[in-house]
């Protein structure tokens, strides 16, 4: 596609439930980011791959938070037990260089909510 | 560590008004600096980058960042807002030729137009 593409747009979870987040780069771009965004936020690193390899997960907040992506191309952000301070939007974005261009796009983004 | 400030968490201006939004940065060495916009429901999108060079940095929708290393600052502006300017605006730095490309952001400013 033209763009990102993030899904589900929203997310309702119970509070323990496990969740997983989908992004859909655009296509050919190598690195591929997660942001978490919460309510009235700016957004906040969680993890970084070079194709199919995670080279930055720093930013995750908990064990409980594990990002893929197999294949070099969709990634998926899953979180277990989730708790209330989960809630957030989840960013994704791409670039086509893994260098630095910073010529990030950014997804819409799913928004979690935890009850 | 490094960190961005955004003063102001809102700003009402009339349209037609000139607009600033101001960002401040505590950081090691110059970093590269950023503004994205972000509309609800909507991805970050980019609106201009400082890399290097001349201080005064034009990007789209007619909006200008000014890079002042003495003050840590760079300021966004416009000279005439339009009723669709109105969004959350957010600054980000990002660390010169290191790996991994992460931004960080500041905590926003909600601009609110009035007619």
């Known amino acids: 596609g033209a763009g990102v593409s993030q899904s589900p747009r929203y997310k309702v979870a119970k509070r323990g439930q496990d969740v997983a987040l989908r992004c859909d780069p655009i296509s050919g771009h190598v690195s591929l980011f997660w942001y978490q965004q919460a309510l009235g936020q700016g957004p906040e690193f969680l993890t970084y791959?070079?194709?199919?390899?995670?080279?930055?997960k720093s930013g995750l907040p908990s064990d409980r938070f594990f990002a893929e992506r197999p294949e070099g191309s969709v990634s998926t952000l899953k979180i277990q037990r989730t708790q209330q301070e989960d809630s957030a939007v989840y960013l994704c974005a791409s670039s086509l260089k893994w260098e630095n261009d910073y010529g990030y796009t950014f997804g819409s983004g799913t928004r979690l909510t935890v009850v | 560590a490094q960190s961005v400030t955004q003063p102001d968490i809102h700003i009402t201006v009339s349209e037609g008004a000139s607009l600033e939004l101001r960002c401040n940065y505590s950081y090691g060495a110059t970093p590269y600096l950023f503004w994205y916009v972000q509309s609800p429901g909507q991805g970050l999108q980019l609106l201009l980058k400082?890399?290097?060079?001349?201080?005064l940095v034009q990007g789209i929708k007619g909006f200008e960042a000014e890079f002042k290393r003495s003050q840590s600052s760079f300021n966004l502006r416009k000279p005439s807002v339009h009723w669709s300017d109105a969004a959350e605006y957010f600054c980000a730095v990002a660390p010169i030729k290191a790996a991994g490309n992460k931004l960080t952001f500041g905590g926003g400013t909600r601009v609110l137009v009035k007619p």
């Open positions: 400082y890399f290097s060079g001349d201080t």
């Open positions: 791959f070079q194709n199919e390899a995670q080279l930055d």
